[in-house]
């Protein structure tokens, strides 16, 4: 753990509360890739109410490819219910500048039209470059520019965050 | 520069701006193809078949020889990926090669192409072609090889790899057999080359003495003139297409006598492992080189060929074309 960053696993027991009994019942979770998709696992289990999961790479969504190209190690989406009508939780481990979870929006409409959407981050650093606000946060931060919030998770499946130096796209 | 003009399909990164050819490809290449069309399988799967990467990129299908199949399965490709797909037929009419071929790219690059996806007759016109772009600064334009002469079919020899994979899981305890004929097959030729590079132990090519190139075993395959012998314990047979042409220059006796001696049948698949699936590139000749109850039999993978073939398209296309290279 980076001296000055909370602790995930603390901050992730408050993100859950604030989420009990905000989110419909029936709600559907959806992780983004990969940091939100083991965020999405553990609220699900948190939460026990029987959640459904799912999970996106926004890699084919992104607006950097012109620039950056292709991310390597894409994976397939995989969303294993109907979205047309779901209430759906989009989940990621931080909310940065906004546009992960705008690639995000654009590919859940491309399974369907979702009743609703909402957004559940472990860490809102600020920074936002759209309009993009979360519905559930755990915890804001104010991190220098030049530093990556970055998630990990362990064989045991407990989540460590750390800062890094930003590495160019 | 002289290894940039070697192998003009790397930029100076190692980053892939051009497919050309699976010759000398490195195995982190190939595979980071096979791995992104993983997920673009799934885009195949869903309601909506389309993701926004190539918006307003333009891909021209440039095919100086027919292929109704290639050429599709490239358009749909482009298309899901968003891009604008014009499709040219230029036929096999064209007079002189080299020159001609040159001042169409320029003209076709005048009008704003990102994607060339090039068939032709002669071995090495997308080579010449990637190299013409890279040398006259136009790097950022992107060459696909779609089958040229009997020299490469690279997206085919991809998808082959992407179907065997899919199955298999690892090529390192693999036993392939490629029958047919391998002498004219760029198909073989390029499936070999991915083979080889991702570590296939078994590489074998069963074929009438008069179908094999000489000097085959160069390339670390194993030469089999009888198909009991080169099928018997083997996880994936791949059948050629037997191309009518062949008979009449006298390489073949017959269709009849072919499909006896090398014609895939359940019972030359029985000699195969139990599990052993069955590859064909298309079009088949039933009857020919292969049996209709093997054709349509559960051991067929061919069918889901032609669909895996659309994602590895989608992840070639993708890849090169974000990657820019220098814009002089």
Redesign the interface.
């Known amino acids: 753990m980076t001296p000055g960053l909370p602790d995930a696993e603390g901050t992730l027991a408050a993100l859950a509360e604030r989420m009990r009994g905000g989110v419909a019942p029936d709600a559907a979770f959806v992780g983004i890739y990969s940091g939100g998709a083991w965020v999405a696992d553990r609220l699900a289990t948190m939460l026990g109410a029987g959640h459904r999961v799912g999970y996106l790479?926004v890699?084919?969504?992104r607006d950097d490819?012109?620039?950056?190209?292709?991310k390597?190690?894409?994976?397939?989406?995989?969303l294993d219910f109907d979205v047309a009508g779901a209430t759906i939780v989009l989940v990621d481990d931080v909310l940065y500048t906004g546009r992960s979870v705008r690639a995000a929006i654009?590919e859940l409409f491309?399974?369907?039209r979702p009743a609703a959407i909402e957004l559940a981050v472990l860490i809102d650093r600020g920074g936002r470059e759209l309009p993009v606000e979360a519905t559930y946060v755990g915890a804001r931060l104010s991190v220098a520019r030049d530093l990556d919030i970055v998630l990990s998770r362990a064989a045991d499946g407990t989540l460590a965050l750390a800062a890094e130096p930003r590495v160019a796209r | 520069m002289t290894g940039l003009a070697r192998n003009p399909q790397l930029d100076a990164n190692g980053?892939l701006r051009h497919l050309l050819t699976l010759e000398g490809l490195p195995a982190a290449v190939i595979t980071?193809i096979l791995?992104?069309a993983?997920?673009?399988?799934?885009?195949g799967e869903?309601?909506?078949k389309?993701?926004?990467?190539l918006r307003g990129k333009a891909v021209f299908n440039l095919f100086f020889e027919n292929s109704t199949r290639t050429r599709t399965t490239f358009e749909i490709a482009a298309k899901r990926l968003s891009a604008d797909v014009i499709n040219l037929n230029i036929g096999a009419s064209s007079t002189s090669k080299g020159e001609t071929v040159l001042d169409t790219i320029d003209n076709l690059t005048a009008m704003d192409a990102d994607i060339f996806v090039v068939r032709h007759s002669e071995s090495g016109a997308p080579h010449l072609i990637a190299a013409h772009l890279n040398a006259t600064g136009r790097s950022h334009v992107h060459v696909v090889n779609a089958g040229d002469g009997r020299h490469q079919h690279p997206t085919q020899g991809l998808l082959d790899l992407f179907t065997i994979r899919h199955y298999k899981k690892d090529f390192r305890d693999l036993s392939v057999a490629i029958v047919g004929d391998v002498l004219h097959s760029r198909v073989a030729r390029s499936l070999v080359s991915g083979l080889a590079t991702l570590g296939t132990p078994d590489i074998r090519v069963v074929a009438p003495r008069t179908l094999v190139p000489t000097r085959v075993e160069a390339t670390g395959v194993r030469v089999f003139n009888e198909m009991h012998k080169g099928v018997a314990g083997c996880d994936v047979v791949v059948m050629l297409r037997l191309q009518n042409e062949r008979m009449k220059g006298a390489l073949l006796p017959s269709t009849g006598e072919y499909f006896k001696e090398y014609g895939l049948t359940p019972e030359k698949l029985v000699l195969a492992k139990p599990d052993a699936i069955v590859m064909h590139p298309g079009p088949m000749n039933r009857g020919v080189e292969i049996d209709s109850a093997v054709a349509d039999g559960e051991r067929s993978v061919i069918l889901p060929q032609v669909t895996f073939g659309i994602a590895v398209r989608m992840a070639v296309m993708?890849?090169i074309a974000?990657?820019?290279g220098p814009r002089e």
């Open positions: 790479d890699s084919f969504y490819y012109e620039r950056a190209g292709l390597p190690n894409a994976r397939r989406s995989a654009n491309d399974y369907g | 980053g980071r791995d992104t993983v997920p673009f399988a799934a885009i869903r309601e909506v389309k993701v926004p990467l993708s890849i974000g990657n820019p």
